[in-house]
């Protein structure tokens, strides 16, 4: 979010852009005013298009949102496997009173759940869940914690189930 709105800062429409960013992330402008310690009639001269805005401004606007986007990555996921996998779960869930946000790395060969485990890195995501195999290897190449799914009896047999479908 805070890369795209740094490059929009350079086009027309930035104050429409930032309104609706503020918006998403759920905050008044009132109160992403105060969390950014940015004067709230600067905000909005820059969301009506009034105002031409400092680079200490727009500083204070990025890193408002790059501090956002840190909360809201605190507890995400990553899921790494086959797309049909993917679909059968949800995007959040809540556990001990966290909502967990799941986002989705679809794979279909070893090698893509490596390139997937990097790129969820990459993206800040606090651990990855894979498959079994893969997940002994991406325990070794990225610094978050790898958890590798096991099959349960009633998945197999649901799996074993379709096979005998498809024969």
């Keep these: 979010m805070w890369l795209e709105l740094l490059k929009s800062s350079l086009e027309a429409g930035f104050g429409q852009k930032l309104e609706q960013l503020i918006a998403g992330l759920g905050l008044s402008i009132k109160?992403?005013?105060?969390?950014?310690?940015?004067?709230?009639?600067?905000?909005?001269?820059?969301?009506?298009?009034?105002?031409?805005?400092?680079?200490?401004?727009?500083?204070?606007?990025?890193?408002?949102?790059?501090?956002?986007?840190?909360?809201?990555?605190?507890?995400?996921?990553?899921?790494?496997?086959?797309?049909?996998?993917?679909?059968?779960?949800?995007?959040?869930?809540?556990?001990?009173?966290?909502?967990?946000?799941?986002?989705?790395?679809?794979?279909?060969?070893?090698?893509?759940?490596m390139i997937r485990g990097v790129t969820a890195e990459k993206e800040g995501v606090k651990g990855i869940i894979c498959g079994p195999i893969a997940a002994t290897t991406l325990e070794k190449i990225v610094d978050i914690p790898v958890v590798g799914l096991q099959f349960e009896e009633k998945l197999l047999m649901d799996a074993i189930n379709k096979l005998m479908k498809k024969l």
């Design 31 to 113: 109160d992403f005013a105060k969390e950014g310690n940015i004067p709230e009639s600067t905000l909005y001269k820059i969301i009506s298009g009034k105002k031409d805005f400092r680079i200490s401004t727009l500083k204070a606007i990025v890193e408002t949102v790059k501090r956002r986007e840190e909360l809201e990555h605190k507890f995400t996921i990553a899921v790494i496997t086959t797309r049909e996998a993917l679909d059968s779960i949800g995007r959040s869930l809540e556990i001990a009173g966290r909502d967990i946000r799941i986002k989705e790395y679809p794979a279909t060969t070893i090698e893509e759940e």
